[in-house]
Nanobody, 125 residues
Framework: VQLQASGGGLVQAGGSLRLSCATS????????MGWFRQAPGKEREFVAA????????YFADSVKGRFAISRDNAKNTVYLRIDTLKPEDTAVYYC???????????????????WGQGTQVTVSS
């Protein structure tokens, strides 16, 4: 499956963004979808994930309450909504997909086999 992330940009602190991850094939009930981010000089970190069914969502503690993940199965697209943006949210955001990810590894980037190219989010203070 091929992934195409979009929706990043330059936003003022306190603003909102919705990132999109379009997939080349149907992912509903087939792939767990995740979002990761990598800030300059830092390692890639888990942000959020949604189960294959869409019934379960997972978030990093640092973004709980501000980030939301959803999937539109008809459009083969996964969204990451980011509210109350902070300068520390500045990073390249990547979407990823994996077909056989168990719950205990959902925050592990190595569990995801497919990756998009990333979209830059820059938050100004």
């Amino acid at each position: 499956v091929q992934l195409q992330a979009s929706g990043g940009g330059l936003v003022q602190a306190g603003g909102s963004l919705r990132l999109s991850c379009a997939t080349s094939e149907r992912t509903a009930n087939r792939y767990t979808m995740g979002w990761f981010r990598q800030a300059p000089g830092k390692e890639r970190e888990f942000v959020a994930a949604i189960s294959r069914s869409g019934g379960y969502t997972y978030f990093a503690d640092s973004v709980k309450g501000r980030f939301a993940i959803s999937r539109d199965n008809a459009k083969n697209t996964v969204y990451l909504r980011i509210d109350t943006l902070k300068p520390e949210d500045t990073a390249v955001y990547y979407c990823a997909a994996g077909s056989t990810i168990i719950t205990s590894r959902i925050r592990d980037s190595q569990a995801y086999a497919y990756w998009g190219q990333g979209t830059q989010v820059t938050v100004s203070s």
